[in-house]
């Protein structure tokens, strides 16, 4: 055993260890607009600037932190970006979810470097998103109801000079106590007047003669209640409409205020007219006759 000197190898393959010790390009993220509802689309804009590495590409994952929203696309991808280059882009997204569990969305990119035999991996926390309550709202008119029950009374198709009387039915849809100063307005057309007959559930129904605007308004919204109003209207067609399509209601508008991000929305709402498109007893009866 004196002589046996044995030989150790002390040389091992060591993995490919990247010389960045820190990103090889800045980048930085903000929102045009950080206020949106679900499902919207809207832009992430990123500033980067690549430092002095010549990098194939820079692959960006977009991670809810909340497992109940995720984005569509999940990511975004960079190519050949030579050395000391610097842009600016907006990114299109999509939030997507199926119900509103949080009004606020945090989230994070997920980063990867790749350039040559080389990859880096980082992380950003990504401007909060404020998600808006989904505020929609419904007008329709019937002579018989979806159930079948007559509503309305007169001759269908109108015929000038003879009264027909409809059903209006208006509705806030999706309810949330998040919501408050509900407004609906709706004007009515020539020939088209209130009857004293109207139900309301939720609110107040108010009529003004001088612009002919009949306005619905929720200060409130109970969380247990049902949000619709409804009244009847009489139309007498003059001779000017015969063979012609008259509208019931026009000019049909809402809004509310979101109260958690203190945001107004609102939208409209298509004409209403005698062809009774959500009537299935009576639709396309509309055009007036003599």
């Given at each position: 055993?004196?002589?046996?000197?044995?030989?150790?190898?002390?040389?091992y393959s060591h993995?490919?260890?990247?010389?960045?010790?820190?990103?090889?390009?800045?980048?930085?993220?903000?929102?045009?607009?950080?206020?949106?509802?679900?499902?919207?689309?809207?832009?992430?804009?990123?500033?980067?600037?690549?430092?002095?590495?010549?990098?194939?590409?820079?692959?960006?994952?977009?991670?809810?932190?909340?497992?109940?929203?995720?984005?569509?696309?999940?990511?975004?991808?960079?190519?050949?970006?030579?050395?000391?280059?610097?842009?600016?882009?907006?990114?299109?997204?999509?939030?997507?979810?199926?119900?509103?569990?949080?009004?606020?969305?945090?989230?994070?990119?997920?980063?990867?470097?790749?350039?040559?035999?080389?990859?880096?991996?980082?992380?950003?926390?990504?401007?909060?998103?404020?998600?808006?309550?989904?505020?929609?709202?419904?007008?329709?008119?019937?002579?018989?109801?979806?159930?079948?029950?007559?509503?309305?009374?007169?001759?269908?198709?109108?015929?000038?000079?003879?009264?027909?009387?409809?059903?209006?039915?208006?509705?806030?849809?999706?309810?949330?106590?998040?919501?408050?100063?509900?407004?609906?307005?709706?004007?009515?057309?020539?020939?088209?007047?209130?009857?004293?007959?109207?139900?309301?559930?939720?609110?107040?129904?108010?009529?003004?003669?001088?612009?002919?605007?009949?306005?619905?308004?929720?200060?409130?919204?109970?969380?247990?209640?049902?949000?619709?109003?409804?009244?009847?209207?009489?139309?007498?067609?003059?001779?000017?409409?015969?063979?012609?399509?008259?509208?019931?209601?026009?000019?049909?508008?809402?809004?509310?205020t979101d109260k958690?991000?203190?945001?107004?929305?609102?939208?409209?709402?298509?004409?209403?007219?005698?062809?009774?498109?959500?009537d299935r007893i009576?639709?396309?009866?509309?055009?007036?006759?003599?």
């Amino acid at each position: 055993w004196h002589f046996y000197k044995p030989i150790f190898d002390f040389t091992y393959s060591h993995p490919n260890i990247s010389p960045w010790t820190s990103a090889p390009a800045d980048l930085s993220f903000s929102l045009l607009n950080d206020k949106l509802k679900l499902n919207d689309d809207f832009k992430l804009k990123l500033d980067y600037k690549n430092n002095n590495y010549h990098l194939d590409s820079i692959k960006i994952s977009f991670i809810s932190l909340d497992p109940d929203y995720s984005f569509s696309p999940d990511s975004y991808t960079l190519k050949n970006l030579n050395s000391e280059i610097s842009d600016s882009l907006d990114i299109s997204l999509n939030l997507r979810g199926n119900a509103i569990k949080n009004h606020e969305v945090n989230w994070q990119a997920q980063i990867e470097y790749r350039g040559g035999q080389e990859t880096y991996k980082d992380f950003k926390l990504l401007p909060r998103l404020k998600i808006l309550s989904d505020l929609k709202a419904s007008a329709k008119i019937y002579y018989n109801s979806p159930q079948g029950d007559q509503l309305g009374a007169g001759p269908i198709p109108p015929q000038i000079g003879l009264p027909t009387n409809y059903w209006v039915s208006l509705a806030v849809l999706g309810l949330t106590t998040d919501l408050g100063n509900f407004i609906m307005s709706a004007q009515l057309p020539k020939n088209v007047n209130l009857t004293d007959k109207k139900s309301l559930l939720a609110g107040n129904l108010k009529y003004t003669p001088g612009n002919r605007q009949v306005i619905w308004s929720i200060p409130q919204f109970d969380s247990e209640a049902t949000a619709s109003a409804g009244f009847e209207i009489q139309f007498i067609p003059g001779s000017d409409q015969a063979g012609k399509i008259a509208d019931l209601l026009k000019n049909i508008r809402y809004s509310a205020t979101d109260k958690l991000t203190d945001t107004e929305l609102s939208g409209a709402l298509n004409n209403l007219n005698t062809n009774l498109e959500f009537d299935r007893i009576n639709s396309g009866q509309g055009r007036v006759e003599k």
